[in-house]
């Protein structure tokens, strides 16, 4: 089985997180901004796809080389054989972007590759016409950074933070993805308690869920390359039973999703069920300020609304103290708070352990950590 050059694409701030999911895998990876390279076969392909649960997607990389006119890129590019990938019926739209390069023109250059293609395939299926692009669809781009050409295939389709189960979501959901990344990093095992006082339409809870259980993120989904003819076929299919039958849905979790709207709980405990890990997390309707717990050394995660709003500012640090409150009774649980308001400790009432810059979207957050004391050994 051919051995490709891959990417997997991530979020600003998440890069590490998806190279340390790709080194248990056993890749060896090189991590870069939004990216993490790593080489496999098609079935390495399938694989991170079904289980990579902080990336955004997964590519081939057809070609890669350095070019400064619009002839190098026209060249280059046809240079390369396509027709390994690409079927006479292929649909295949070409993205594009650009960064500190000669070429600018992102529509330019999105044209140039593309006709370079059609002239390639056209060339090895004999075509004097056009190319009928009526079959599946291989989703190309060009990315160009500092002169350096990137062509790459899309094997995932639909960003991977599309897991499929998230039937009903209310304001400002948090991306699927995001929220295991959320989970992944902080110092959770799934022997521990775990609690989302704002849990919203329960991604965070749901994804801590899908990691205590070992279940793929996404098991229940359809990916682009299903559709390929390069793709042996029943490999998907076989490798996905596998990732099934991984599941660990024996180990009892101790999960719970709060939030003071009722309406959120009954859209969590719907997207829960469509997960498969319901009967795995407790959802119940609480303000944040009136949790309270008598466990101990659990994990709590939270993405409170961050009032970006002016008229929101007021009331969201509100939350942020009754969290500080809340939280300073519970000594040995380590808490994890997302937010874009960068003065938020002061509101909350201490200094964290930790702060990590994530960007949710386009918009920069901190993920503030506030690591519990352990217990002295007796």
């Known amino acids: 089985m051919e051995t490709f050059k891959l990417l997997a694409t991530a979020a600003s701030g998440i890069e590490s997180i998806v190279g340390n999911e790709l080194k248990h895998m056993g890749y060896n990876v090189q991590v870069e901004n939004s990216r993490v390279r790593f080489e496999g076969t098609m079935e390495d392909v399938i694989n991170t796809n079904l289980w990579l649960r902080s990336a955004d997607r997964v590519k081939i990389i057809v070609g890669e080389f350095t ?18 990938f690409l ?3 292929a649909e295949f739209p070409v993205q594009g972007k650009s960064q500190k390069s000669t070429l600018y023109s992102v529509p330019d250059a999105q044209a140039i590759v593309k006709k370079a293609i059609v002239d390639q395939l056209s060339d090895v299926y004999h075509r004097t016409t056009r190319l009928p692009e009526t079959g599946a669809k291989y989703p190309l781009e060009v990315a160009i950074n500092k002169d350096n050409v990137l062509l790459t295939l899309d094997t995932t389709g639909s960003s991977l933070f599309k897991r499929g189960y ?6 400002a959901p ?12 902080t110092n959770w095992y799934p022997d521990k308690p775990f609690v989302d006082p704002v849990c919203g339409s329960g991604t965070i809870p749901i994804e801590a869920a899908l990691i205590g259980h070992n279940i793929a993120p996404g098991i229940g989904r359809y990916f682009v390359f299903e559709d390929w003819d390069f793709v042996e076929k029943g490999l998907f299919d076989r490798l996905r039973e596998t990732a099934k039958g991984e599941a660990n849905l024996d180990v009892v979790l101790d999960i719970a999703g709060y939030d003071i709207d009722a309406g959120m709980i009954e859209i969590a405990k719907k997207n829960a069920a469509e997960a498969g890990v319901l009967d795995s997390i407790e959802f119940k309707q609480l303000a944040a300020k009136d949790f309270t717990t008598e466990k101990e050394n659990g994990v709590l995660v939270a993405n409170p609304p961050y009032g970006e709003r002016l008229s929101d500012t007021e009331s969201v640090r509100v939350l942020y103290k009754q969290m500080g409150v809340v939280y300073k009774q519970m000594p040995t649980w380590s808490k994890y708070i997302l937010t874009s308001d960068l003065t938020f400790e002061e509101f909350y009432g ?3 352990s ?20 352990r ?3 007796v």
Not at 67 to 84: C, G, N, P, V, Y
Not at 174 to 185: D, G, R, S, T
């Open 354 to 373: 930790k702060k990590r810059k994530l960007y949710n979207g386009s918009l920069r957050t901190d993920y503030f950590q506030y690591w519990g004391k």
């Open 67 to 84: 070019a400064t006119t619009f002839d190098d890129l026209f060249e280059q590019t046809k240079a390369i054989s396509w027709d390994k």
């Open 174 to 185: 948090l991306k699927e993805n995001m929220a295991a990344a959320l989970v992944m990093l």
């Open 87 to 89: 079927p006479l019926d």
């Open 350 to 352: 201490s200094r964290a």
């Open 375 to 377: 217990k002295p050994r």
């Open 166 to 171: 998230r039937v009903e979501k209310g304001y």
